[in-house]
T-cell receptor
Framework: KAGVTQTPRYLIKTRGQQVTLSCSPI?????VSWYQQTPGQGLQFLFE???????NKGNFPGRFSGRQFSNSRSEMNVSTLELGDSALYLC?????????????FGQGTRLTVV | AQSVAQPEDQVNVAEGNPLTVKCTYS??????LFWYVQYPNRGLQFLLK??????LVKGSYGFEAEFNKSQTSFHLKKPSALVSDSALYFC??????????????FGTGTQLKVEL
């Protein structure tokens, strides 16, 4: 069974640009969550999508957005990039939402903003 | 609001010795608790979880964790450490009764170093 796939693995962008990251969950999983990992702030929840609907959102500015498609694949978009957006962005997929099921993480996308 | 504390930034242990990585949590209701491990430049790997039932939970690679409701703790343990266990370990909590969906709140992580 294939794991969670995130593309691309590495990205370098310039301040002010926008970026789109992609996540393909484990087959059959309907919940996709996104996290930002930085040395200073640690792991922070961005948002969760379940059956194409945003289920929950973390404390991030509106520049961070996401969506989920009918095949459960998800994308997150960051507009008007800032230097502080440099981070490892992790996607996690789960079978269900709001239950005790564990989340399985992808290898992440390393975004560097210069 | 839910929170997790991992009081030790780093834990050092000799190979073959038992290891413990500490975690305490705070939720308004009953918790779902998880441990994840992260190797350099990789995502998080699931180790084990506590949902309900037995307080001692067994997981992958010989790891186990003990849930203690009165102390609101969920410490990760392994009877005999291996050098290959050296990695960054995260404890996470989800409120069982909350409306947070699958939102996980993570601790700050504990770097485990196992030396020969």
């Amino acid at each position: 069974k294939a794991g969670v796939t995130q593309t691309p693995r590495y990205l370098i962008k310039t301040r002010g640009q926008q970026v789109t990251l992609s996540c393909s969950p484990i087959s059959g999983h309907r919940s996709v969550s996104w996290y930002q990992q930085t040395p200073g702030q640690g792991l922070q929840f961005l948002f969760e999508y379940f059956s194409e609907t945003q289920r929950n959102k973390g404390n991030f500015p509106g520049r961070f957005s996401g969506r989920q498609f009918s095949n459960s694949r998800s994308e997150m978009n960051v507009s008007t990039l800032e230097l502080g957006d440099s981070a490892l962005y992790l996607c996690a997929s789960s079978l269900a939402s709001g239950s005790g099921t564990e989340a399985f993480f992808g290898q992440g996308t390393r975004l560097t903003v210069v | 609001a839910q929170s997790v504390a991992q009081p030790e930034d780093q834990v050092n242990v000799a190979e073959g010795n038992p290891l413990t990585v500490k975690c305490t949590y705070s939720v308004s209701g009953n918790p779902y608790l998880f441990w994840y491990v992260q190797y350099p430049n990789r995502g998080l790997q699931f180790l084990l979880k506590y949902i309900t039932g037995d307080n001692l939970v067994k997981g992958s690679y010989g790891f186990e964790a003990e849930f203690n409701k009165s102390q609101t703790s969920f410490h990760l343990k392994k009877p005999s450490a291996l050098v290959s266990d050296s990695a960054l370990y995260f404890c996470a909590v989800r409120d069982m009764g909350g409306r947070g969906g699958n939102k996980l709140t993570f601790g700050t992580g504990t770097q485990l170093k196992v030396e020969l």
